[in-house]
């Protein structure tokens, strides 16, 4: 049986009876529910007039319908009602038609379900949502949208001032901005979010203007913080979220970037006020602040450069102006208490940059940069290289300046090592530190071997393995020394007729490890000449690979003076007693007898009976009254000599080591310079004089900063012992001779 035929008119004016219950209902009116049966026939009526055959298929016609409906609704009802409302009023009846409609289109679209299923597909237009949805945006968005734009950017800056407002309204009317896009944020971003964002940047701008004026520097940041907070609690409220960050950043630019130098160069409450007042919270939002900011921290990176710099070399100042008014008395306290210092201000400032500066590499390199700058000033004529080895040398030996525990020694030393990283001659210290290891551990003056080996380690973490093979060397050959002594006095228990009738102690050491020391053929009193022999004997007997050679600039020597009041132990050096000695078979010596009979320089001479005669203890008598030894002078036993103490020790006068330090870096570097130069080469062949300078700058870096001449004649040098040869074409190209 055919089904009946509906035309067009009959069938849209029973939709439209549909259609303006589904008005009423919206706009309140006391209207029932649409039944079941309601529904079914509405849905029925479109289906019907989409699936009758042609020329009765009315599926464009009720399509475009559809839309008319809308446009009817929209023109007559929703944007009046809107038009005619102001501010939030408006904003408010804006999202309720905006609900209202999402509701009629929803509704619309369950009517007419089988032409949204099927024509629509099949002709690839627009569905009845997205018709919905366009018909609001044309009609109604583009119209209302700047005003609706100015009352929430309106209301955002009512909240700014403290006035609570209605957050779930902006939330509803933004969220209309993003709907409308229908997937794309370009409404939102154009029609909202780039005059909200210009409109904050001016905002912001003027109370920066006020607070920089009024307010100190922690408060200001204070405000800052307080307005980011808030600005990124408006993004979670109601903003949407893909604003947050350049929201952020307009108030960053307004608050902070814009005024950063007038902010941070506050002269009482300034990021140098902070540093100087130890202020740690404020510096903690300092950085909290700027560190989100591209390039923000920069210039509080700088200032804490300039600080430190500026601190640290005011210790120098002192340090220099306590040397000039009060001289050292040899104790080194000075340089102690300007170490200490120093110590002191890396940690404090090291402190700062793991806890209010997080551990940034901006900060960790302007510390850095700040140490170098002052740590490698001169000090009363010592370099810092030297300072640090006095240091290490008054803390690790016995009777030092510090008395500490062994906890704050080990703490001490943590802290000490770490400031060697900024120390450009490093070999320069560990020639220093070299020299009074030796001395420590010679002349047993160490005060715990544990130390030194902890000291040696963390050396080695911080400068390498070369840095401290050689004074690790020493140390294992002083062990190596007591067990080959505790041998010797094994041997001579064994023999028992090898008598030395005196008790003697031998270190063996490898000289390599040890710095070098002059070695003369010293004329030793018999009873020594003995020993030597004994010794000599017993140790070829253990090897025959290793020849002894015996440094007696080094030696110790107890010997007993009787003198008239009563008898006194005397240690003495190995040179002093062999000099004593002669006074056994002899009265009275003349200054060319004992240079004769003990075969010594006269530097040595001079020094040696300057201890004796002129120092402390006068244990021989000058005939002439002079301060000084000269070759004419005759020297003769004190018998009247006494002392309240039985046991005294006399010192030789001590030896200018530094310019012999220096020397022999000098030469090491020298050698470092060449065998970087030929490495290089090696491996390169071919280059240029500017890379080759460059690349042997940066391979000895590490241990010191080495000087482009010096590096420029250690070319010509290796050039003259054919290790290298200039190109015939251009002169500053150099190239490897295997």
């Not at 026939?41 to 019907?48: D, K, S, V």
């Not at 630019?253 to 404020?282: F, M, P, T, Y």
């Not at 253990?542 to 440094?551: A, M, P, V």
Request: charged letters at 30%.
């Amino acid at each position: 049986m055919d089904r009946k035929i509906i035309d067009l008119e009959q069938g849209w004016d029973y939709m439209v009876q549909g259609i303006t219950k589904l008005k009423k209902i919206l706009e309140g009116s006391p209207e029932p529910n649409f039944s079941s049966e309601e529904y079914i026939m509405l849905y029925t009526t479109i289906y019907n007039m989409c699936t009758q055959k042609p020329p009765n298929d009315y599926s464009q016609q009720l399509y475009d319908k559809f839309k008319d409906a809308l446009d009817d609704y929209i023109k007559s009802t929703v944007l009046p009602s809107i038009k005619e409302k102001h501010d939030e009023f408006m904003l408010r009846e804006l999202v309720q038609r905006w609900a209202n409609h999402k509701v009629m289109v929803r509704w619309l679209s369950r009517f007419f379900h089988y032409l949204n299923r099927f024509f629509v597909a099949r002709c690839s237009l627009p569905t009845l949502n997205a018709v919905g949805l366009t018909r609001f945006r044309d009609l109604v968005y583009m119209d209302i949208r700047a005003h609706a734009r100015d009352a929430v950017i309106s209301l955002i800056d009512r909240e700014r001032e403290g006035e609570q407002i209605d957050r779930s309204l902006l939330k509803n009317v933004l969220d209309i901005f993003v709907e409308i896009g229908m997937g794309q944020m370009d409404y939102y971003e154009q029609d909202f979010e780039t005059q909200m964002l210009n409109h904050t940047a001016t905002y912001y701008k003027s109370k920066a203007t006020n607070w920089i004026e009024d307010h100190s520097c922690p408060d200001y940041m204070l405000k800052a913080e307080d307005c980011l907070r808030r600005e990124r609690d408006r993004v979670s409220q109601y903003l949407h979220s893909s604003t947050e960050q350049k929201l952020v950043e307009k108030v960053q630019h307004e608050l902070l970037v814009s005024l950063a130098n007038q902010l941070l160069e506050k002269e009482h409450s300034g990021c140098r006020a902070l540093l100087r007042d130890d202020k740690v919270e404020d510096l903690s939002r300092m950085y909290g602040l700027y560190h989100k900011i591209s390039k923000g921290l920069e210039p509080v990176a700088d200032i804490f450069k300039e600080h430190i710099t500026a601190e640290g070399t005011s210790l120098v100042q002192h340090a220099e102006e306590a040397a000039i008014n009060q001289p050292s008395n040899g104790s080194g306290i000075q340089e102690q208490v300007f170490f200490r210092k120093f110590i002191d201000l890396h940690y404090k400032y090291m402190a700062y940059v793991n806890d209010c500066f997080k551990n940034h590499n901006l900060f960790h390199k302007a510390l850095k940069e700040a140490f170098e700058i002052f740590c490698n000033k001169k000090v009363a004529g010592s370099s810092s290289a030297e300072l640090f080895a006095t240091f290490y040398d008054n803390i690790l030996k016995k009777g030092g300046s510090e008395k500490l525990s062994d906890e704050a020694i080990e703490e001490t030393l943590e802290k000490a090592v770490k400031l060697l990283e900024y120390i450009s001659d490093k070999d320069v210290f560990a020639e220093f530190y070299r020299k009074k290891l030796a001395r420590r551990l010679l002349f047993d003056r160490s005060a715990n071997e544990d130390h030194e080996r902890s000291i040696l380690t963390k050396l080695k973490q911080q400068c390498g393995g070369q840095f401290t093979s050689k004074m690790e060397g020493m140390v294992t050959d002083l062990t190596l020394a007591r067990e080959s002594q505790i041998s010797f006095e094994e041997y001579l228990n064994n023999n028992p007729h090898v008598n030395l009738g005196i008790d003697l102690t031998v270190s063996v050491l490898t000289t390599g490890f040890w710095p070098s020391y002059k070695s003369f053929d010293l004329n030793l009193p018999s009873e020594m000449v003995r020993c030597v022999e004994v010794f000599k004997g017993f140790y070829e007997s253990k090897t025959s690979h290793r020849k002894l050679l015996w440094i007696y600039s080094l030696g110790i020597c107890t010997i007993v003076g009787r003198f008239e009041q009563k008898t006194i132990e005397l240690i003495v050096s190995t040179y002093q007693a062999a000099a004593l000695l002669l006074f056994n078979t002899a009265d009275r010596l003349s200054y060319s007898e004992i240079m004769i009979q003990l075969n010594l320089s006269h530097e040595d001479l001079v020094r040696l009976l300057h201890s004796l005669s002129c120092a402390k203890y006068k244990i021989l008598v000058k005939e002439s009254n002079t301060k000084t030894i000269s070759q004419n002078d005759t020297f003769v036993f004190n018998s009247k000599f006494t002392d309240r103490m039985r046991r005294i020790k006399i010192p030789l006068p001590p030896v200018e080591e530094r310019k012999k330090v220096i020397e022999d870096v000098e030469k090491d570097r020298r050698h470092a310079i060449d065998a970087a130069i030929v490495r290089i080469m090696k491996s390169r062949k071919v280059l240029g004089l500017q890379q080759l300078v460059m690349e042997c700058v940066e391979q000895l870096g590490r241990m010191f900063k080495p000087d482009i001449k010096a590096i420029k004649k250690r070319i010509e040098d290796l050039i003259t012992r054919d290790y290298l040869e200039r190109d015939e074409d251009n002169s500053n190209i150099f190239k490897y001779l295997a």
